[in-house]
């Protein structure tokens, strides 16, 4: 079973960066999806980036597509999530996920099977 451990969550003004770490352990994730999601405060988790297991193909959701950026380092065992231009509606806890039987795009939330506890990114206006 994979352990996942997301870092980098923190405060900024609206319009600034941040940039996520997922560090995996445990098992190796070179050959399996991964992903990310948020949920933000009365509201269920929703969909945000996905990467397939070489890094060649990844999906957005609407709401970020143009300014969060998902890669991976399978060499490192870490997926990131560099997000721009944040605006007080990114305010969340984003959580890493994976599936642990699939290489290719996971493009909902529910496709995931293995989760980190999460990382809270708070963004002012």
């Known amino acids: 079973q994979v352990q996942l451990v997301e870092s980098g969550g923190g405060l900024v003004q609206a319009g600034g960066s941040l940039r996520l770490s997922c560090s995996a352990s445990?098992?190796?994730?070179?050959?399996?999806?991964m992903g990310w999601s948020r949920q933000a405060p009365g509201k269920e988790r929703e969909f945000v980036a996905a990467?397939?297991?070489?890094?060649?193909?990844?999906h957005y959701a609407d709401s970020v597509k143009g300014r969060f950026t998902i890669s991976r380092d399978n060499a490192k065992s870490t997926v990131y999530l560099q997000m721009n231009s944040l605006q007080p509606e990114d305010t969340a806890v984003y959580y890493c996920a994976a599936n642990q039987r699939r290489a290719g795009l996971v493009t909902a939330t529910e496709g995931f099977d293995s989760w980190g506890p999460g990382t809270q990114v708070t963004v002012s206006s």
């Open positions: 990467i397939n297991w070489s890094g060649g193909s990844t």
């Open positions: 445990g098992r190796s994730i070179s050959r399996n999806a």
